[in-house]
């Protein structure tokens, strides 16, 4: 299992909130997406490159589980790891806190599509994380 | 165990669309909750009313798997049910089809708050699910 | 001048609100922008369709004027029209009611761009506005 | 006139584009809400605190020029400057660059209200927006 981990921080949007008073639940799989591109582009691999080079990472699952919802202003710390269990997918795990408070848990499942077809984790993906 | 089930339809807006020219992920957790106040209403159990009552359905758990990408201008349907496992917990499972394609499945889970506190499922909501 | 109207109607969904307890501003462009794909495709000219045939209808301006808040589980009218006032540019205006009342008006300027360059408003579409 | 200024800067998120591959216009207008809450907070003023205190800070009127689209992986910067022009309005004025070019250039209009009333701007306001 290859394992990669960053912390990912900002402030929560007041457009991202809704009438109950808090973060939309829609808006944190927002955050995870974020947290997900810092998390590739700090081992080197940017999303918008794979995309010039014609591999799409396509989410396929997406998971959440609410413990304390976040509101307005707060600042929030995503970390973040990414695993492959496989040779078809990418897993991502997320924890989102506010100060030391645990708010929420969550993971993605991702797959690679090349030419319109579900491909295996091309080698470079597969170096990358792995030489971590 | 309670159930009830609509089905709910409408056409993708461009705005719901990202740069992979499908519709984002997060916006099917807002189809999911389109999808979940549709089944709400038909059972006569509007969720503005239940807020001017104090009582706040609160999102605890959200879960997707995707199967075929969405995209704009598709016209699809959800069939929503609704059940009751314990006496804290609303779960509501959403199927996504375009056409007889099944595109997404989910389900989110639902706790209810008043004053600010966890409560049990009132009763006046079980006699509505146990009457359909 | 060339002008076509329709009206459109939708419910506001509980994810377009806030915290102040009313729908998000920026939400009102993604309502122009339903209400102007409603009135294109009963023009006979749907979106998706200049899509496929390689012409963007690319958004230049956006202005809105709001003069009553609408909140959640409102049902809100769109009067829209468009107009023609050069080779150009295509504009939309917009009034949202709540029953009778005023709520906010809006509008916008777009351009038609195909192949990457702005081009003249192509002639089957000056036709069909003006065929009205 | 009283008149002050920041630039805020940040990154555009894939979530915040669409099928076109560009941000989407309504996007602007978030980005618009995140600069003015950076140069109120500059200022002395975070939103939060005068939400606590009673006082809503609402939007009245939102408009846009978009000269050049700004896509995936931009990052852009916004300068923002508040004005009075009279004792019930504040005005913002924002200007999207991304590196040198003009992206786009907006303004808003906003009064105060209390107690669901619409007020002058209170005095203390006035002294931040005077003292600087």
Known sequence: MLERKTTYQRKVNFY?????GVVHHSNYFRYFE???GYLLEHLGLPYYQMHNEGFFVVLVEA?????HPIVY???FSIDTTVDIKNEFSLYFDYK???DDRLCAIGN????IVKDGKLIKIPDFLLRILDAG
Chains 1, 2, 3, 4 share one sequence.
Do not use: F, M, P
């Not at 991202?16 to 109950?20: G, R, S, V």
């Not at 998971?63 to 413990?67: F, G, L, S």
């Open 63 to 67: 998971n959440i589980r609410i413990k």
């Open 108 to 111: 993605t499942k991702h797959c």
């Open 96 to 98: 989102i806190y506010v």
């Open 73 to 75: 202003q707060d600042v």
């Open 34 to 36: 974020e947290a997900r």
């Open 16 to 20: 991202e909130t809704d009438a109950q």
